[in-house]
């Protein structure tokens, strides 16, 4: 009876493929596991300029690393991902479009995505990409200031 369970699962294997670990959160990840993002922008984000240039003042604190890999949704279309996909070949950062059923399309699911090998536990906030296009309010100076601030 144990030959004949090998066999299924062999079969089971060959026409599916092998188990996953975390199926949910890969299809969110694009494939990836959370655990491994370095950086997240959602599909929404990803049609915004200002996310093209913040992208773009990001990259120089990936750039000494190879072993990181951008993953981009491939199904956005390269109207979208083109600028991306551009930046990494000129920052000479591996990356890989993603068009199978972990790509998903809704606004808030990943766009794009810079991974490492493994685990870097990184919160929420570390992962999300940071606006450098939004000055700091000027403080208020004086009497006025203070009493308006």
């Not at 009876?1 to 188990?19: E, P, R």
């Not at 600028?83 to 000129?90: G, Q, R, T, V």
């Amino acid at each position: 009876m144990a030959d004949q369970d090998n066999v299924n699962d062999h079969i089971t294997n060959a026409l599916f493929g092998g188990k996953q670990t975390k199926p949910d959160e890969r299809r969110h990840y694009l494939g990836s596991l959370r655990e491994r993002v370095e950086l997240r922008i959602t599909n929404d984000a990803l049609s915004d300029q200002t996310t093209v240039w913040n992208f773009r003042m990001a990259l120089p604190k990936y750039k000494g690393k190879p072993d990181l890999t951008v993953l981009i949704n491939g199904k956005l279309g390269m109207g979208i991902t083109g600028p991306y996909i551009k930046l990494c070949s000129e920052n000479n950062l591996k990356f890989t479009l993603i068009n199978d059923r972990t790509a998903l399309l809704g606004a808030d699911d990943s766009g794009l995505l810079i991974v490492a090998p493994d685990a870097v536990n990184l919160p929420d906030d570390q992962i999300a990409l940071v606006d450098t296009t939004k000055k700091p309010q000027k403080e208020h100076k004086g009497l006025f200031g203070k009493l308006f601030h």
